[in-house]
């Protein structure tokens, strides 16, 4: 009878302690009000309305740069169907073209004979 008794309080101290350290963990208020989640007060909906402003309705700086972009494009595509439209040049019809840019000096050589250069020691002699 005393091993049964002695197990038999245990299993209700241990009980008893296993309630007090869960219920320590949920926290229930005093006056009997549950807690409420500040965004459901509408704390942030000024912010979110600033934030969306930007982007909602048709005269919208957002709406408005996106027309922008797309008229840009469009002016984008006309200029290279334009190009596109006169050709490409290829390199047969380059053949027998000289398209280097010509040196200044080299015109200046053509028009007087070059003066012959003693060759000197050092620039002394």
Known sequence: RGMGTS??????LL????????????????????????????????????????YKGEDSAYQ????FDEKKRAEQRKRAEE?????????????GKKTFSKLKYEEEQDASPPAKEEKKFFGLF
């Open 7 to 12: 197990n038999m309080r245990s299993y209700v």
């Open 15 to 54: 009980l008893s302690l296993l309630v007090a350290v869960v219920s320590g963990f949920h926290c229930q208020p005093a006056n009997g009000y549950s807690r409420i989640n500040t965004s459901s007060h509408g704390i942030f909906d000024k912010f979110i309305e600033s934030m969306e402003a930007g």
């Open 64 to 67: 408005k740069q996106k027309a």
């Open 83 to 95: 190009r596109k439209s006169r050709g490409f040049t290829e390199l047969k019809d380059l053949q």
